[in-house]
């Protein structure tokens, strides 16, 4: 009987079959293209059968605020920390940690931050080449308060306001503040996403 493959050359054989998968999603709201998870599993998943590899999920932390939209309606922001389990034909394993984030006005923002932090372990674990900009192409300078409010209302489409829901957690700005402005971009997050016409 031959000698099982550890889970680091089932990835590696893995790899060698997936090098790519193209952005062929679109977000007709925000009018830009992505890679949405079943895509990415569809991609991968023959792959993985193929090297007798499994993925399993623990999520180690979850996370819920809820946020108004601009007609007032309530929406969930929910955000995960995920460790994804590679098992290999051997029985080893290794362990990638991610997180992922999805906004929900129903009951759906536990799965999409789910389906977000899955497409990223395997977009991550896999290496798999992706055309978004290096994120060390951008720079960004700590903002007063009334320069994030700037910053918000420019903003056009979900991208944009999900870097700055996520900077301004970090802007070093009151706590009450910090709260403001986050339900600011939600509104507009919100706005963007019902095709509402937002100020320019």
Not at 54 to 60: F, K, Y
Not at 157 to 168: G, I, K
Request: proline share 4%; hydrophobic share 40%; with cysteine.
């Amino acid at each position: 009987m031959s000698e099982q493959k550890t889970i680091h050359a089932a990835l590696a054989d893995v790899m060698g079959d997936v090098q790519a998968v193209a952005k062929k999603d679109r977000n007709n709201h925000q009018k830009f293209m992505f890679r949405g998870i079943d895509a990415v599993v569809n991609a991968v998943g023959p792959a993985l059968r193929k090297h007798r590899v499994i993925v399993t999920p623990e999520v180690l932390s979850a996370n819920y605020e809820t946020v108004a939209t601009s007609t007032g309606k309530a929406s969930t922001a929910c955000r995960v920390i995920v460790s994804y389990l590679f098992h290999g034909p051997a029985g080893d394993s290794i362990t990638a940690t991610v997180a992922g984030e999805a906004w929900d006005s129903g009951d759906k923002a536990t799965p999409k931050a789910m389906s977000v932090a899955f497409r990223t372990a395997l977009l991550q674990a896999l290496a798999l080449p992706t055309d978004e900009p290096d994120p060390d192409s951008e720079t960004f300078v700590r903002a007063s308060d009334t320069d994030w409010q700037a910053l918000i209302d420019s903003a056009k489409d979900a991208e944009t306001l999900r870097a700055l829901y996520s900077q301004v957690g970090q802007s070093g700005l009151p706590g009450k503040q910090v709260e403001a402005l986050k339900a600011v971009i939600s509104e507009r997050g919100q706005a963007l996403a019902s095709g509402e016409k937002v100020p320019a």
